[in-house]
Nanobody, 125 residues
Framework: QVQLVESGGGLVQTGDSLRLSCAAS????????MGWFRQAPGKEREFVAG????????GYADSVKGRFAISRDNNKNTVYLQMNSLKPEDTAIYYC??????????????????WGQGTQVTVSS
């Protein structure tokens, strides 16, 4: 059974940092592109960051570019999202997802096969 479990969310203030983790079981992430998406109340799920299976291809939404960094540790079967300079508009549930066999990052949510349950990030002003 495949599971993606996100952790590291919480309540922080504007300008603070958080590091999200996504631990995978039931699959080996080394052959998966991984992505982070988020959904704010009343809004559609949106792409945040993605990384290809080798780790050399990364991509970011314009709204987080320069503040967020995605990384992966295939030995630990875990993907991370370092979030710096957080803003209230970053408040959302953050989800990680896995897309099999893709060498480059992928921003298209409908192409991801597996999803986690999400972790809440709340940034107060």
């Amino acid at each position: 059974q495949v599971q993606l479990v996100e952790s590291g969310g919480g309540l922080v203030q504007t300008g603070d940092s958080l590091r999200l983790s996504c631990a995978a079981s039931g699959l080996t992430i080394s052959i998966y592109a991984m992505g982070w998406f988020r959904q704010a109340p009343g809004k559609e799920r949106e792409f945040v960051a993605g990384i290809g299976w080798s780790g050399t291809s990364t991509g970011y939404a314009d709204s987080v570019k320069g503040r967020f960094a995605i990384s992966r540790d295939n030995n630990k079967n875990t993907v991370y999202l370092q979030m710096n300079s957080l803003k209230p508009e970053d408040t959302a549930i953050y989800y990680c997802a896995a897309d099999r066999g893709r060498a480059t990052y992928n921003s298209r949510a409908y192409e991801y096969e597996y999803w986690g349950q999400g972790t809440q990030v709340t940034v107060s002003s």
